[in-house]
């Protein structure tokens, strides 16, 4: 069974930087599409950030630039580089690891707030 556990969630000042990070444990980490989501008060549930199997990262058009999205196979570790930050950012973000349709992940959720 897939276990993600996240951390480094928190308060940042607008223009600040957060890394978020995701441990993987259970499965094999590099089959996994892995994602970064994050779900804001009265919004839908966004993907913010992805890297495929291959390789190839995505990003959502709102944090192309800002964010940065990595995989280290070492530690199966997932991570999310937020830099630039702005009062949009703020949200919950959530770690989520896919393959296939039947095996399909998420972490606790850590709590992002950009405030003064």
């Known amino acids: 069974q897939v276990q993600l556990v996240e951390s480094g969630g928190g308060l940042v000042q607008p223009g600040g930087s957060l890394r978020l990070s995701c441990k993987f444990s259970?499965?094999?980490?590099?089959?996994?599409?892995m994602n970064w989501w994050r779900e804001a008060p009265g919004k839908q549930r966004e993907m913010v950030a992805q890297?495929?199997?291959?390789?190839?990262?995505n990003y959502a058009d709102s944090v192309k630039g800002r964010f940065i999205a990595d995989k280290d196979y070492a530690s199966n570790t997932f991570t999310l580089q937020m830099n630039s930050m702005k009062s949009d950012d703020t949200a919950v973000y959530y770690c989520?690891?896919?393959?296939?349709?039947?095996?399909?992940?998420w972490g606790q959720g850590t709590q992002v707030t950009v405030s003064l």
């Open positions: 890297i495929t199997p291959g390789g190839k990262e």
């Open positions: 259970g499965s094999i980490f590099a089959i996994y599409l």
């Open positions: 989520n690891a896919r393959v296939g349709e039947q095996h399909n992940y």
